[in-house]
């Protein structure tokens, strides 16, 4: 035998894993139980339809099972809950050669004509098996007559016929075909059943792939188990009989966890420049940013549900990775990664869609990233100021890589910039002295009240956090913050380098060039004896439990206590 005659055998005996691979019995579909034990059942109890609906994504096992069905009711050691698949009709019937068994593509054959003349065939007996079997595959293509052409033998089919309809769009059959039929819904195959279905075919067909590159190409197949053995025969082939994790990601196209992770990070600190430089990283390599924006999607779903306590073994993830995904939920709090999440899907259209795809993933990453952080109402009312367990989240740590949340930028408390003084730092004031006036202002008659009106008409927020801070003062060029124990929140809201230029602008317009400002942490405040009440604020006069931050939250503004205050 030549080379040639060589090669055109072994192309010709070669078979695709997605073929090879298909269900001969119910047993071998894959997550799908409920709909096995209902037809097994049916089977075994003679309980039989006149039609069965199977509805589903693609590549569920919805034409599998039909042919299964058909298989179970012909066999010769039926009908049976599992075929042989030995005997005459089990062999032809999984050959496509059975002329009992008609398999109907209604997307050529949707034709009221057709239709008509197919329903005149079914009303003799079958040639030779126990059934005749009509599989009418993608049926919602059907024309609206040919849907009634067929109702009337549907309904009341001849003893010997059972009609199996499959499709992916069972909105689009007739109420009047559904109500005729049992309907049975395929659901998603979850990704934790398809790379154990992977992972049988790889040990069968000698393929090296780790669990990793198993998972990269489950989660690629979006709960289709054809999609999944479809890229995985792809990607055997293109490694000779292995599969990387580098050239899983490669040809699947989906991202590292590692930059979810990182990108998260960066969303939950407020760090735009993070976000900029790894999305800019991105687009230099040729990344698809709507691909990218589904990935991070899913993933900070994942944070969600484990911020509220679900379990880790629960997430499509590796331990590691789950591990670091729920410190950092729970650093970020359910509340905000809710928010976080409700903002990123109004944005998804958009980037779905939009010409400038690369901006527009970019813009939804920033402008969640300078989202508040919430506080439960309740502590509010109880202590005038936000609360936190932890401290605030590091951006730029990845999942594996051991980042410590809440390492602390230049510029906070215990890291000040260059130019804040640090070692030399004034004491702070008493915290009654909050709003007093400045003394020994460089650049006129600057109070602390026309500082935070400053601030304020540059950015509500930042000056939201000041006035919760527990003092303000200015002496020798420098104005001191003093953040209160409980408060992690005004050293987040400082490490922003946009917060940062803005009270810069806000101390020079005030109190005159060369001003500079130093953050410092104040005193827990003792808890009232038994003959003292409990005070009511924490924060400024006339702001009693903190209704200022409240009407941040709720309402978007800050209404200072000292917005009309005159100058000292």
Request: charged share 25%; glycine share 10%; hydrophobic share 40%.
């Amino acid at each position: 035998m030549g080379r040639g005659a060589r090669v055109v055998s072994i192309l010709m005996a070669y078979q695709a894993l997605a073929r090879k691979w298909r269900p001969q019995d119910f047993s071998s579909l894959v997550g799908q139980d409920a709909v096995v034990r209902a037809l097994r059942n049916a089977l075994v109890e003679g309980r039989l339809a006149q039609a069965y609906l199977f509805a589903g994504i693609r590549g569920v096992g919805k034409t599998s099972a039909a042919r299964i069905l058909a298989k179970a009711l012909n066999c010769e050691r039926g009908p049976a809950a599992d075929p042989c698949n030995e005997c005459a009709p089990c062999r032809e019937i999984t050959a496509g050669a059975d002329l009992d068994v008609l398999e109907v593509d209604a997307a050529t054959y949707s034709k009221v004509e057709q239709v008509r003349e197919l329903t005149e065939s079914l009303r003799y007996g079958p040639a030779r098996d126990r059934y005749k079997v009509v599989v009418l595959d993608e049926v919602h293509r059907l024309s609206r007559q040919a849907f009634d052409a067929l109702l009337k033998i549907v309904e009341e089919p001849p003893p010997h016929l059972v009609f199996v309809f499959a499709t992916t769009e069972i909105e689009a059959v007739p109420a009047t075909v559904l109500s005729r039929c049992q309907e049975y819904s395929f659901r998603r195959v979850p990704a934790r059943a398809v790379v154990e279905h992977l992972r049988v075919i790889c040990r069968d067909e000698s393929i090296d792939a780790s669990d990793s590159a198993l998972h990269l190409v489950a989660r690629a197949g979006e709960g289709s188990v054809r999609d999944a053995v479809a890229l995985l025969d792809q990607l055997a082939t293109f490694g000779s009989g292995s599969v990387s994790d580098e050239e899983a990601r490669r040809l699947v196209g989906t991202f590292d966890l590692d930059l979810y992770h990182r990108l998260l990070g960066a969303v939950v600190a407020g760090d735009g420049r993070t976000i900029s430089d790894e999305l800019a990283e991105l687009e230099s390599l040729g990344a698809d940013p709507r691909q990218l924006y589904s990935g991070f999607l899913g993933y900070v779903r994942d944070a969600l549900h484990l911020a509220l306590g679900a379990d880790r073994a629960g997430r499509d993830l590796p331990a590691e990775a789950a591990r670091d995904l729920e410190q950092l939920g729970r650093s970020a709090g359910y509340e905000n990664l809710l928010r976080l999440l409700h903002g990123l899907l109004a944005s998804e259209n958009l980037v779905r869609r939009s010409e400038a795809s690369d901006l527009a993933l970019e813009i939804a990453l920033l402008r969640a990233a300078e989202l508040p952080r919430l506080t439960a109402v309740e502590h509010l009312l109880r202590t005038g100021s936000p609360a936190s367990d932890t401290p605030p989240v590091a951006a730029g740590g990845g999942a594996g890589r051991g980042s410590t949340p809440g390492a602390r930028r230049s510029g906070a408390a215990g890291n000040p910039e260059p130019g804040h003084p640090s070692a030399d730092r004034p004491p702070a004031k008493d915290p009654g002295a909050t709003h007093a006036p400045a003394a020994g202002a460089r650049g006129g008659e600057g109070t602390i009240p026309s500082f935070l009106r400053a601030v304020r008409r540059r950015r509500q927020m930042l000056a939201a956090h000041l006035n919760e801070a527990r003092g303000l003062s200015f002496a020798a060029g420098v104005l001191t913050i003093v953040r209160p124990p409980s408060d992690p929140w005004l050293t987040q809201a400082l490490q922003r380098s946009g917060n940062r230029r803005t009270l810069e602008d806000a101390l020079e317009e005030t109190f005159g060039p060369g001003v500079t400002w130093c953050l410092v942490d104040g005193e827990e405040t003792p808890a009232p004896t038994n003959d003292e009440p409990a005070a009511l604020s924490s924060g400024p006069a006339g702001d009693p439990a903190g209704v200022q931050s409240v009407l941040e939250i709720f309402e978007g503004t800050v209404r200072p206590a000292h917005e009309n205050e005159g100058s000292a």
